[in-house]
């Protein structure tokens, strides 16, 4: 069964901090690996990863595929409040995506 | 509108009654998915479409569920004897058959309750 694990489940900073969130996943068939943001709605698409160690970047937003890890990290630097959200990753496989559970993200001004 | 769009957005019903939701995708987008998000989990893979061929179910999806794509555009899923456990919210996505590792785009929800 696959099966993606996020850490940390919550986290809570102060605005100005940097943070990094992992995910780690067993899924059959991996393709790719994608992030989402989710606030009040639908998740919200982030970054697609399909090859290890290329860094994808977004403004204040990154992240990095490790594929020999089964892996990936989001940082975000110089949160603003407006990062209060919770971030979901999900790989591809088995041709759709599996979501982990999410990490709840809190940023304190 | 360009989005995929769900309805309706909110439904509240009583325990035991059936309900059905809409959905519409991007109208080039031969797939579509169905996934259920309940309070503080990731959304859930219910079923997919690839135009009207249902091509995989999730055990998630009980006998009381049942999704349709009639003529490979919009989908329905049904819900019979609706039970409290149902309440969650149901969301959308739809990509197409190149982009189909690019990730979906999502339609806002339906938020079922279920009282």
């Known amino acids: 069964e696959d099966k993606v694990v996020q850490s940390p489940l919550s986290l809570v900073v102060h605005e100005g901090d940097t943070v990094t969130l992992n995910c780690s996943y067993e899924?059959?068939?991996?393709?790719?690996l994608l992030w989402y943001k989710q606030e009040k709605k639908a998740p919200t698409f982030l970054f697609m990863l399909?090859?290890?160690?290329i860094e994808k970047k977004s403004g204040r937003l990154s992240s990095i595929l490790d594929k020999k890890e089964l892996s990936s990290i989001l940082n975000i630097t110089a949160t603003q409040t407006g990062d209060s959200a919770i971030y979901l990753c999900?790989?591809?496989?088995?041709?759709?995506?599996?979501f982990g559970t999410g990490t709840r993200l809190t940023i304190i001004p | 509108d360009t989005g995929v769009s769900q309805d309706p957005r909110h439904k509240i019903t009583k325990r035991g009654q059936n309900v059905t939701f809409r959905c519409d995708p991007i109208?080039?987008?031969?797939?579509l998915y169905w996934y259920r998000q309940t309070l503080g989990q990731g959304p859930e893979f219910l079923t997919y479409f690839q135009n009207e061929a249902q091509l995989e179910k999730s055990r998630l999806l009980s006998d009381r569920f049942s999704a349709e794509r009639p003529k490979g555009s919009f989908s329905t899923l049904e819900i019979q004897r609706t039970e409290q456990g149902d309440s969650a919210m149901y969301l959308c996505?739809?990509?197409?058959?190149?982009?189909?590792?690019?990730?979906?785009?999502f339609g806002s929800g339906t938020r079922l309750t279920v009282v």
């Open positions: 109208s080039e987008h031969n797939r």
């Open positions: 899924v059959t068939n991996f393709r790719s």
């Open positions: 999900a790989p591809f496989g088995n041709e759709k995506l599996t």
């Open positions: 399909t090859s290890s160690g």
């Open positions: 996505a739809s990509s197409g058959a190149g982009t189909v590792y690019f990730g979906y785009t």
